[in-house]
């Protein structure tokens, strides 16, 4: 064993890693993290990630620069109670923050179809979906809690620097296409609160503008935008709630589809909508996301009790965060199954003739069955219950449209600083994702009708879906990491019920981007979808196999190279020593 011949200086301890690493593949170059396994601080054992910053962070630079963690929260000292309500008011904020993203214009238009298609029976989905969701948010709240860093931060010390460069490409395309979903939301909201006055490609336009302003917020104060964001969720609960009081649905169908896992009658539709509602409700840039927002608390990573104390608070605030999330877009849900499971186009029309909608031409005289997305699905709320219904729904749509915009800024920045280490200034980056986001989407508004609008929430489902193992794999990988983690790291049962569940959810997701896919009917899109598949599952094996390894299976750690990239062993420092 090459740590019995170690000494203690550390230089030389350095040194004589390299050997050995030379000495089992000359030809190679390895990045060894050097851990001192021996370093001990208030009975906790520490290494680079849980007892300073990484000298290359944004937060540990010298200038001034303003991030979401320009201020630290307190927490509030010699508390001995086992549960406090005011330390749960410190940790209060990111969780509700990262449930944003459970609540975006995406999730609302699947809720509205899922209610319109299958009624209530797929209501138990979005309950699964929430609660696989909140097991997730929890490792990635865990990482940013005993690290100091967030997931971004931990893959740019990793991975070699193609693979890394490769997984900030994707979560920035999933940044990218859920903040058209936003704009695109928002841009529908405008529209229907001012009766067709305000264009979409003047809806388009001034959510811009407005991004920038409410951005400005967090110069006020952390605890003041985290207020913001909390006025934003409290609006879109009224909102919604109000239409849930109105159309009054039948509450025991709402509790038998929540708690009773079948869809008796289900078709092909159902299913693909059951599939939508997974990939809708779990982010891959908001793993990112919860794992920087933690940061924002003042937590000595070097005292366990601490970190497990804020572990214990982080957890149950996202777990309260997440649960409003859930009655919000269950009310969704239960309002389109209780008014509009069923109805034909035929209805709806007559419904719409009889209140003097001018909006009768969006549904056709025919017997198929009702197509709802955000802006019917407000057109079709005004017609059978008043105009006040239809603004209220405008005004929930577009506090979830300006709200999540805002959240998915703060993503895209912890992304770029993390893989990149570039420290853009908060403006710069805002131009840089709206224009990205903001082009296709007024060039659609422009020359394009409503409808064309929406149906693009189709394609940017889709494309999310296939950026969620970017997310999952590498946040189940470094927190089963002991090297990384410590006491924190995952057990054998979070190992293996982990890797259980983003399987499932990946499987889900392909299979709803190969239905896509298929009803596309081109075979030019089949030959470039088949090329584009290689190299996906290709980068996903790699990914995969890093996880085994840090997961346990050390026998697949070969260290050799793959694909020509070298491999940073994912494994924990005495392991590396002792080969």
């Not at 990482?143 to 010390?157: S, Y």
């Not at 935008?225 to 509450?251: C, D, H, K, W």
């Not at 005289?365 to 057109?379: A, E, M, R």
Request: contains cysteine.
């Amino acid at each position: 064993m090459l740590e019995a011949f170690l000494p203690t200086d550390v230089k030389t301890r350095v040194s004589l890693v390299h050997l050995s690493l030379l000495i089992r593949s000359s030809s190679y170059l390895f990045s060894v993290d050097l851990l001192d396994d021996s370093s001990q601080d208030n009975g906790v054992q520490t290494n680079q990630y849980s007892s300073i910053a990484p000298a290359a962070s944004p937060v540990a630079q010298e200038d001034p620069f303003t991030t979401y963690f320009e201020e630290k929260v307190p927490i509030p000292e010699n508390v001995n109670q086992i549960f406090s309500f005011r330390k749960l008011w410190a940790f209060t904020g990111p969780g509700f923050l990262m449930s944003i993203a459970y609540l975006d214009p995406g999730n609302i238009e699947s809720d509205l179809q899922s209610g319109a298609v299958a009624g209530f029976k797929l209501l138990w989905v979005l309950l699964g979906s929430t609660i696989i969701g909140l097991l997730l948010q929890r490792l990635a709240a865990r990482l940013g809690v005993v690290t100091g860093m967030h997931l971004a931060e931990v893959c740019n010390r990793q991975y070699p620097t193609v693979p890394r460069v490769i997984l900030w490409l994707m979560i920035e395309l999933a940044i990218i296409g859920s903040d058209m979903q936003e704009v695109i939301g928002c841009a529908i909201a405008l529209n229907l609160l001012s009766v067709g006055r305000i264009p979409l490609w003047g809806g388009v336009l001034i959510t811009i503008t407005d991004t920038f302003v409410f951005l400005f917020l967090d110069k006020y104060g952390l605890r003041k935008l985290e207020a913001f964001f909390g006025f934003l969720i409290t609006v879109m609960a009224v909102s919604f709630g109000y239409e849930y009081v109105l159309v009054n649905p039948n509450q025991g169908g709402v509790l038998k589809g929540m708690f009773v896992p079948y869809c008796a009658g289900c078709g092909s539709q159902q299913l693909e909508q059951a599939v939508g509602i997974v990939g809708a409700v779990i982010m891959p840039h908001n793993i990112y996301l919860h794992s920087a927002l933690v940061k924002s608390r003042e937590v000595d990573r070097k005292n366990k009790k601490d970190v497990k104390e804020a572990n214990k608070y982080f957890f149950i605030e996202s777990a309260i965060a997440l649960f409003i999330s859930f009655l919000i877009n269950v009310f969704v849900v239960a309002v389109f199954a209780q008014a509009f499971y069923n109805k034909t186009n035929m209805d709806v029309n007559a419904e719409c003739n009889a209140t003097g909608s001018p909006h009768t031409d969006l549904f056709p005289l025919n017997n198929d069955t009702l197509q709802v997305d955000i802006y019917k699905g407000g057109i079709v709320l005004g017609c059978f219950f008043g105009p006040a219904a239809l603004y209220i729904w405008a005004i929930g749509i577009l506090a979830a449209g300006q709200s999540s915009t805002m959240t998915g800024t703060y993503s895209g920045q912890f992304v770029m600083e993390g893989f990149l280490n570039l420290r853009w200034s908060r403006f710069a980056r805002v131009l840089l994702t709206r224009s990205i986001a903001i082009t296709p989407t007024l060039l659609v508004a422009i020359f394009q009708d409503v409808r064309h609008l929406t149906g693009m929430n189709d394609f940017l489902n889709v494309l999310q879906s296939m950026q969620l193992p970017f997310a999952l794999i590498p946040i189940l990988t470094f927190t089963s990491l002991t090297s990384i983690m410590n006491d924190f790291a995952n057990g054998l049962v979070w190992k293996i019920s982990g890797g259980i569940v983003i399987l499932m959810v990946c499987a889900i997701n392909m299979y709803f981007v190969v239905v896509y896919v298929t009803s596309l009917n081109s075979v030019l899109y089949y030959v470039l979808a088949g090329f584009i598949s290689v190299a996906y599952l290709c980068f996903i094996l790699y990914l995969v196999w890093h996880c085994l390894i840090a997961l346990g299976v050390s026998c697949l750690d070969f260290g050799i190279l793959s694909c020509g990239v070298p491999i940073c062993l994912l494994v924990p420092h005495k392991s590396r020593v002792d080969v």
